[in-house]
T-cell receptor
Framework: GAVVSQHPSRVICKSGTSVKIECRSL??????MFWYRQFPKKSLMLMAT?????????EQGVEKDKFLINHASLTLSTLTVTSAHPEDSSFYIC?????????FGSGTRLTVV | GNSVTQMEGPVTLSEEAFLTINCTYT??????LFWYVQYPGEGLQLLLK?????DKGSNKGFEATYRKETTSFHLEKGSVQVSDSAVYFC????????????FGKGMKLTVNP
Protein backbone atom coordinates (compact mmCIF):
# COMPACT_ATOMS: atom_id res chain seq x y z
CA GLY A 1 0.00 0.00 0.00
CA ALA A 2 0.92 3.65 -0.24
CA VAL A 3 3.41 4.69 2.42
CA VAL A 4 4.39 8.11 3.68
CA SER A 5 7.63 8.33 5.61
CA GLN A 6 8.21 11.23 7.98
CA HIS A 7 11.53 12.12 9.55
CA PRO A 8 12.64 12.74 12.23
CA SER A 9 10.17 11.20 14.64
CA ARG A 10 11.46 13.31 17.51
CA VAL A 11 13.59 16.43 17.64
CA ILE A 12 14.67 18.76 20.40
CA CYS A 13 16.07 22.13 19.46
CA LYS A 14 17.08 25.35 21.14
CA SER A 15 15.03 28.51 20.90
CA GLY A 16 15.98 30.59 17.89
CA THR A 17 17.17 27.71 15.75
CA SER A 18 15.40 26.21 12.75
CA VAL A 19 14.20 22.66 12.33
CA LYS A 20 13.40 20.81 9.12
CA ILE A 21 10.90 17.97 8.94
CA GLU A 22 10.79 15.74 5.87
CA CYS A 23 7.83 13.91 4.41
CA ARG A 24 8.41 11.38 1.65
CA SER A 25 6.01 9.35 -0.42
CA LEU A 26 7.79 6.01 -0.79
CA UNK A 27 5.89 4.20 -3.50
CA UNK A 28 3.81 6.83 -5.22
CA UNK A 29 4.06 10.35 -6.50
CA UNK A 30 2.38 13.08 -4.53
CA UNK A 31 1.67 16.39 -6.22
CA UNK A 32 -0.02 17.52 -3.05
CA MET A 33 0.89 16.91 0.57
CA PHE A 34 -0.71 18.19 3.75
CA TRP A 35 0.86 19.36 6.98
CA TYR A 36 -1.00 19.10 10.26
CA ARG A 37 -0.21 20.18 13.77
CA GLN A 38 -1.59 18.77 16.98
CA PHE A 39 -1.50 20.59 20.29
CA PRO A 40 -1.94 18.58 23.48
CA LYS A 41 -5.59 17.61 23.93
CA LYS A 42 -6.52 19.40 20.73
CA SER A 43 -7.54 18.32 17.27
CA LEU A 44 -5.18 17.77 14.40
CA MET A 45 -5.24 21.12 12.63
CA LEU A 46 -4.41 21.52 8.96
CA MET A 47 -1.59 24.03 8.65
CA ALA A 48 -0.96 24.08 4.94
CA THR A 49 -1.27 22.26 1.68
CA UNK A 50 2.01 21.68 -0.09
CA UNK A 51 1.95 21.77 -3.88
CA UNK A 52 4.76 20.33 -5.98
CA UNK A 53 6.47 23.01 -7.98
CA UNK A 54 4.45 25.90 -6.62
CA UNK A 55 3.77 27.80 -3.44
CA UNK A 56 2.08 26.17 -0.52
CA UNK A 57 -1.41 27.17 0.52
CA UNK A 58 -1.56 28.14 4.17
CA GLU A 59 -4.58 28.00 6.43
CA GLN A 60 -5.80 31.13 8.10
CA GLY A 61 -3.70 32.07 11.08
CA VAL A 62 -0.62 30.08 10.06
CA GLU A 63 2.49 32.22 9.59
CA LYS A 64 4.05 31.58 6.20
CA ASP A 65 7.42 32.96 7.21
CA LYS A 66 7.45 30.88 10.34
CA PHE A 67 6.55 27.58 8.75
CA LEU A 68 8.36 27.30 5.44
CA ILE A 69 7.15 24.59 3.13
CA ASN A 70 9.05 23.31 0.13
CA HIS A 71 7.73 20.68 -2.26
CA ALA A 72 10.50 20.46 -4.83
CA SER A 73 9.83 16.94 -6.06
CA LEU A 74 6.93 14.56 -6.46
CA THR A 75 8.09 12.49 -3.51
CA LEU A 76 9.34 15.01 -0.98
CA SER A 77 7.84 17.87 0.96
CA THR A 78 9.64 19.63 3.80
CA LEU A 79 8.40 21.80 6.64
CA THR A 80 10.93 24.10 8.25
CA VAL A 81 10.07 25.71 11.54
CA THR A 82 12.16 28.87 11.55
CA SER A 83 13.42 30.67 14.63
CA ALA A 84 11.67 28.15 16.82
CA HIS A 85 10.15 29.12 20.14
CA PRO A 86 8.82 26.95 22.96
CA GLU A 87 5.25 27.63 21.80
CA ASP A 88 6.13 25.87 18.54
CA SER A 89 6.55 22.65 20.48
CA SER A 90 3.95 20.32 19.09
CA PHE A 91 3.27 17.16 17.11
CA TYR A 92 3.50 17.66 13.34
CA ILE A 93 2.05 15.16 10.87
CA CYS A 94 2.20 15.07 7.10
CA UNK A 95 -0.22 13.39 4.76
CA UNK A 96 -0.68 12.64 1.09
CA UNK A 97 -3.52 11.36 -0.99
CA UNK A 98 -2.22 8.69 -3.36
CA UNK A 99 -5.62 7.65 -4.67
CA UNK A 100 -8.98 7.56 -2.99
CA UNK A 101 -7.80 7.91 0.58
CA UNK A 102 -5.33 9.78 2.74
CA UNK A 103 -2.04 8.29 3.94
CA PHE A 104 -0.29 9.75 6.95
CA GLY A 105 3.25 9.87 8.21
CA SER A 106 3.99 8.75 11.75
CA GLY A 107 4.50 12.29 12.96
CA THR A 108 7.29 14.40 14.41
CA ARG A 109 7.39 15.43 18.04
CA LEU A 110 9.12 18.82 18.20
CA THR A 111 10.29 20.16 21.53
CA VAL A 112 11.83 23.62 21.67
CA VAL A 113 13.83 24.36 24.79
CA GLY B 1 -18.11 26.11 10.08
CA ASN B 2 -16.99 22.50 10.00
CA SER B 3 -16.06 20.78 13.23
CA VAL B 4 -15.88 17.40 14.90
CA THR B 5 -16.51 16.72 18.56
CA GLN B 6 -15.54 13.39 19.97
CA MET B 7 -15.33 11.77 23.33
CA GLU B 8 -12.17 12.62 25.17
CA GLY B 9 -10.19 10.08 27.03
CA PRO B 10 -8.12 8.46 27.98
CA VAL B 11 -10.22 5.35 28.37
CA THR B 12 -9.08 2.05 29.85
CA LEU B 13 -11.06 -1.13 29.28
CA SER B 14 -10.61 -4.77 30.01
CA GLU B 15 -10.29 -7.23 27.16
CA GLU B 16 -13.66 -8.30 25.68
CA ALA B 17 -15.41 -5.18 26.98
CA PHE B 18 -17.81 -3.22 24.77
CA LEU B 19 -16.49 0.00 23.28
CA THR B 20 -18.33 3.12 22.21
CA ILE B 21 -16.59 6.31 21.20
CA ASN B 22 -19.01 9.13 20.54
CA CYS B 23 -18.50 11.49 17.63
CA THR B 24 -20.72 14.32 16.45
CA TYR B 25 -20.08 16.79 13.69
CA THR B 26 -21.07 20.16 12.33
CA UNK B 27 -20.76 20.67 8.61
CA UNK B 28 -22.24 22.36 5.62
CA UNK B 29 -23.55 20.00 3.01
CA UNK B 30 -23.04 16.27 3.27
CA UNK B 31 -19.50 15.42 4.30
CA UNK B 32 -17.88 12.03 4.25
CA LEU B 33 -17.09 10.71 7.72
CA PHE B 34 -14.10 8.72 8.88
CA TRP B 35 -12.55 7.00 11.83
CA TYR B 36 -8.77 6.90 11.86
CA VAL B 37 -6.62 4.92 14.27
CA GLN B 38 -3.05 5.59 15.35
CA TYR B 39 -1.18 2.70 16.90
CA PRO B 40 1.88 3.51 19.02
CA GLY B 41 4.76 4.73 16.87
CA GLU B 42 2.80 4.63 13.64
CA GLY B 43 0.97 7.04 11.37
CA LEU B 44 -2.79 7.47 11.25
CA GLN B 45 -4.55 4.67 9.40
CA LEU B 46 -8.03 4.69 8.02
CA LEU B 47 -10.20 2.39 10.12
CA LEU B 48 -13.54 2.87 8.38
CA LYS B 49 -15.59 5.43 6.54
CA UNK B 50 -19.09 6.32 5.40
CA UNK B 51 -19.92 8.64 2.57
CA UNK B 52 -23.65 9.22 2.93
CA UNK B 53 -26.48 9.11 5.43
CA UNK B 54 -27.33 5.69 6.87
CA ASP B 55 -24.14 4.16 5.49
CA LYS B 56 -22.41 1.82 7.91
CA GLY B 57 -18.65 1.55 7.83
CA SER B 58 -17.05 -1.54 9.32
CA ASN B 59 -13.59 -2.98 9.70
CA LYS B 60 -11.76 -5.23 12.17
CA GLY B 61 -14.93 -5.64 14.23
CA PHE B 62 -15.49 -1.90 14.50
CA GLU B 63 -18.64 -0.28 13.16
CA ALA B 64 -19.98 3.23 12.78
CA THR B 65 -23.20 4.44 11.16
CA TYR B 66 -23.61 7.84 9.50
CA ARG B 67 -26.59 9.39 11.27
CA LYS B 68 -27.65 12.57 9.54
CA GLU B 69 -30.56 13.25 11.89
CA THR B 70 -28.28 13.31 14.93
CA THR B 71 -25.14 14.41 13.04
CA SER B 72 -23.27 11.54 14.63
CA PHE B 73 -20.83 8.80 13.68
CA HIS B 74 -20.25 6.84 16.86
CA LEU B 75 -17.65 4.06 16.80
CA GLU B 76 -18.50 0.72 18.39
CA LYS B 77 -16.89 -2.63 18.93
CA GLY B 78 -18.51 -5.47 20.76
CA SER B 79 -15.39 -7.04 22.23
CA VAL B 80 -12.11 -5.16 22.35
CA GLN B 81 -8.70 -6.76 22.32
CA VAL B 82 -5.37 -5.65 23.74
CA SER B 83 -4.25 -4.98 20.17
CA ASP B 84 -6.96 -2.32 19.85
CA SER B 85 -5.01 -0.07 22.20
CA ALA B 86 -4.45 3.09 20.16
CA VAL B 87 -5.62 6.65 19.62
CA TYR B 88 -8.86 6.99 17.66
CA PHE B 89 -9.73 10.07 15.61
CA CYS B 90 -13.10 10.93 14.13
CA UNK B 91 -12.90 13.11 11.04
CA UNK B 92 -14.97 14.62 8.26
CA UNK B 93 -14.03 15.55 4.74
CA UNK B 94 -15.38 18.93 3.78
CA UNK B 95 -17.04 19.49 0.47
CA UNK B 96 -16.74 22.39 -1.85
CA UNK B 97 -13.82 24.04 -3.54
CA UNK B 98 -10.98 22.93 -1.31
CA UNK B 99 -11.40 19.54 0.21
CA UNK B 100 -10.08 19.25 3.76
CA UNK B 101 -10.01 16.70 6.54
CA UNK B 102 -11.27 18.08 9.84
CA PHE B 103 -10.38 16.01 12.88
CA GLY B 104 -11.67 15.54 16.38
CA LYS B 105 -9.25 15.69 19.30
CA GLY B 106 -8.59 11.99 19.37
CA MET B 107 -9.20 9.52 22.16
CA LYS B 108 -6.59 7.23 23.64
CA LEU B 109 -7.82 3.73 24.36
CA THR B 110 -5.92 1.24 26.47
CA VAL B 111 -7.14 -2.33 26.66
CA ASN B 112 -5.80 -4.45 29.49
CA PRO B 113 -5.67 -8.25 29.43
Amino acid sequence: GAVVSQHPSRVICKSGTSVKIECRSLDFQATTMFWYRQFPKKSLMLMATSNEGSKATYEQGVEKDKFLINHASLTLSTLTVTSAHPEDSSFYICSARPSAGYTFGSGTRLTVV
Amino acid sequence: GNSVTQMEGPVTLSEEAFLTINCTYTATGYPSLFWYVQYPGEGLQLLLKATKADDKGSNKGFEATYRKETTSFHLEKGSVQVSDSAVYFCALLTQGGSEKLVFGKGMKLTVNP
